[in-house]
Nanobody, 123 residues
Framework: QVQLVESGGGLVQPGGSLRLSCAASGSIISINDMGWYRQAPGKERELVATITSGGSTNYADSVKGRFTISRDNAKKTVYLQMNSLKPEDTAVYYC?????????????????WGRGTLVTVSS
């Protein structure tokens, strides 16, 4: 069983900061791209940021310059440092990863999602 578990969400005032973490566990051979997505109330899930196994990053225009994605491959963990938070950043943040796992036939590729962590930006 492979899973992603997010942590670090909470309530923060506008202009504040939060750091999200997402740790992968299970019978993992390797992890390819990892990323963060978010879903605000009444809206569709959207990409926030992604990072490749080599460290190349990609950001949504709405978070460029404020959010930083990073990963620790040894810990199988991806992070999202969020600064200068705005009320419109309020959402459930989900971790996503492309993971190669052991299988009876050798190995297989899975796209795995975490259960999400709520970030609320409000005064």
């Amino acid at each position: 069983q492979v899973q992603l578990v997010e942590s670090g969400g909470g309530l923060v005032q506008p202009g504040g900061s939060l750091r999200l973490s997402c740790a992968a566990s299970g019978s993992i051979i390797s992890i390819n791209d990892m990323g963060w997505y978010r879903q605000a109330p009444g809206k569709e899930r959207e990409l926030v940021a992604t990072i490749t196994s080599g460290g190349s990053t990609n950001y949504a225009d709405s978070v460029k310059g404020r959010f930083t994605i990073s990963r620790d491959n040894a810990k199988k963990t991806v992070y999202l440092q969020m600064n200068s938070l705005k009320p419109e950043d309020t959402a459930v943040y989900y971790c996503n990863a492309g993971i190669v796992v052991w299988a009876t036939s050798g190995h297989r590729y899975l796209e795995v999602w975490g259960r999400g962590t709520l970030v609320t930006v409000s005064s």
